[in-house]
């Protein structure tokens, strides 16, 4: 039995099916802990597969090579060192289980599998796997180490069984994606879990880009008391060395790195930085394209993309037409001047006129009003595809979410795209993030310090230019009234008479209801994007697109 522990925690950034490529983040962790002298090195969830692996765990195949990778990490703990507590997935009865190996002596010593299995939001794990039986603890080294895996942590019973089937301290892998509000809700269920058992925790977070989700990191300690020991940075891959020591009253952990967190605009925006990156980069892509309006989406996705890949990745290109103002000339001039992006004009009056007149046999004059809106949208999207097929970087697509919610978007025009990196921003977050960026520079971004995104892009009236002297409220409520519906009606599915009586008219409020119901299929066509709010299209939203009910009606 020891009353001395290192345990070394191991926030890093897996990728989803690298069973190798991950082994070796894991060995390579392994070998700096050993240089700390740690004793255990523990990561998070499903950390060997990525996290979340969703239908690769339905492959047999896949279940029995995560095993070997797992078997052939456990055999190098045989030459001593640190033991590894490594989540994977494991081989099942029925289906495979979500798993964490603890690895020590050159063997796979033991096994605990995850019991509460989530089913909501951006969760479907009950469809993959089989859950656990209630734990006890695994014996290391003389310690019982309760290891509840992450949404075990969510409800009482797993831990409670642990405390009263002799864990002496928590270990938590996770994967738990960012949002907004993610952070503080995180830590009021550890001090939940720790005020109920009595025992110190460990909460393990991965950190990176998968698909539409964010993992932020910011794992931390809190001691049995529910004070914080120590917080980790967030949007950093890190290895921090706890030191453990058993007194009294039982395992405590020494005050350790308390580092300061970054929340609101700031965090919107390393989310998005984050979440561009790392689809850029873990699927091969060299670099990205994307119109340059003179807007504030496009500005600001540039901004992003230059933060997140280098101003030589990321090509911009002008594409105007007769309605696009010298103003927004300027503006994409001035801001891919800023950024030190490649930038390009194209004008598309060939190709638009050359449709018109295509049409004009089908049409009665080629296309009017919202279809010569459209075409314009269309030809710059076509020509922005064609850059990205002819060069192989990725197209990326700057609708927000205010647009996206309403259908104030064009299917085959700018919706084009591989991935959107403020899909889900709404237009006053947009806004929030451009000011937040031309004053401070995010964590390892990499573009310029200072104002990359002109001032008169941010203040200057929206606008699609897709006709003479046109804005967004046009067609739109302010964005500040739409914006607050909106949350309303998808975060918080609040009823139509609470929303009014916030202070909206019930007509406004009733345009946008249909504006948000009649666009779902634009939505299930659009580029994937980064999750930054409790409820993103897609993943956390699922409504049918033909659907006849309608609120107050029976």
């Known amino acids: 039995m020891t009353d001395h522990l290192r345990i070394a925690l191991a926030q890093l950034n897996p990728t989803v099916g690298d069973l190798k490529g991950n082994a070796e983040r894991a060995r390579s962790a392994r070998a700096q802990a050993a240089e700390a002298g740690a004793d255990l090195i523990c990561f998070s969830e499903l950390f060997i597969c990525g996290y979340p692996p969703e239908d690769l765990i339905l492959k047999p195949a896949f279940i029995d090579a995560a095993r070997r990778t797992v078997e052939e990490l456990a055999a190098e703990t045989g030459a001593g060192g640190p033991a590894m507590l490594i989540g994977t997935p494991w081989p099942g009865e029925d289906k495979p289980h979500n798993t964490v190996a603890l690895l020590e002596g050159g063997e796979v010593r033991d096994v605990r599998h995850k019991v509460e299995l989530p089913n909501y939001g951006v969760f479907d794990e009950k469809r993959i796997f089989s859950p656990g039986e209630m734990p006890g603890p695994m014996s290391f080294r003389g310690v019982r180490l309760g290891v509840p895996v992450c949404e075990d942590i969510w409800i009482e019973d797993v831990c409670e069984c642990l405390a009263e089937t002799g864990a002496e301290l928590l270990i938590v892998p ?218 192989g970087a990725m197209l990326v697509t700057t609708g927000n979410k205010s647009e996206m919610s309403v259908g104030y978007a064009t299917l085959y025009g700018d919706m084009n795209g591989g991935f959107n990196p403020i899909k889900d921003l709404y237009k006053t977050q947009v806004y929030a993030a451009a000011r937040w960026r031309n004053a401070n520079q995010p964590i390892e971004g990499l573009g310029p310090a200072g104002e990359v995104i002109p001032e008169h892009i941010i203040t200057k009236a929206p606008s699609a230019e897709l006709k003479a002297d046109q804005t967004d409220q046009d067609t739109l409520p302010p964005y500040d009234a739409l914006d607050d519906i909106l949350r309303c009606k998808i975060e918080h599915e609040m009823p139509h008479d609470e929303i009014v009586a916030r202070g909206h008219g019930d007509n406004i409020v009733r345009q946008v209801e249909n504006m948000l119901r009649i666009a779902e299929y634009k939505r299930r066509q659009s580029a994937p994007g980064v999750k930054i709010t409790e409820r993103v299209f897609g993943r956390d939203w699922r409504y049918p697109i033909t659907n006849k009910f309608r609120e107050g009606q029976s």
């Open 174 to 391: 996770n994967g738990s994606p960012f949002t907004l509000t993610k952070r503080e809700t995180r830590q009021n269920v550890a001090v939940a879990r720790v005020a109920e058992s009595g025992l110190p925790l460990v909460y393990v977070n991965q950190i990176g880009g998968q698909d539409e989700l964010v993992f932020d990191g910011a794992s931390f300690v809190l001691n049995a008391g529910g004070a914080l020991a120590t917080q980790m940075q967030d949007w950093r891959e890190q290895i921090a060395i706890t030191e453990w020591q058993r007194k009294p009253e039982g395992w405590t952990c020494a005050p350790g790195e308390k580092a300061v967190l970054i929340e609101g605009d700031a965090a919107a925006y390393q989310a998005c930085v984050l979440g561009l990156r790392d689809y850029v980069e873990k699927n091969g892509f060299p670099g990205v394209v994307l119109g340059l309006s003179g807007g504030i989406d496009s500005a600001l996705s540039a901004a992003i993309a230059v933060d997140a890949l280098g101003a030589s990745r990321v090509h911009c290109i002008m594409l105007p037409y007769k309605y696009t103002s010298e103003a927004s000339l300027s503006d994409a001039a001035a801001c891919a001047e800023a950024l030190g992006v490649r930038y390009d004009t194209v004008p598309i009056a060939g190709p638009v006129e050359g449709f018109i007149s295509a049409l004009d046999p089908l049409l009665d004059g080629g296309g009017h009003g919202v279809t010569l809106e459209n075409l314009q949208s269309r030809t710059r999207g076509t020509i922005l595809m064609a850059v990205s097929n002819e060069t």
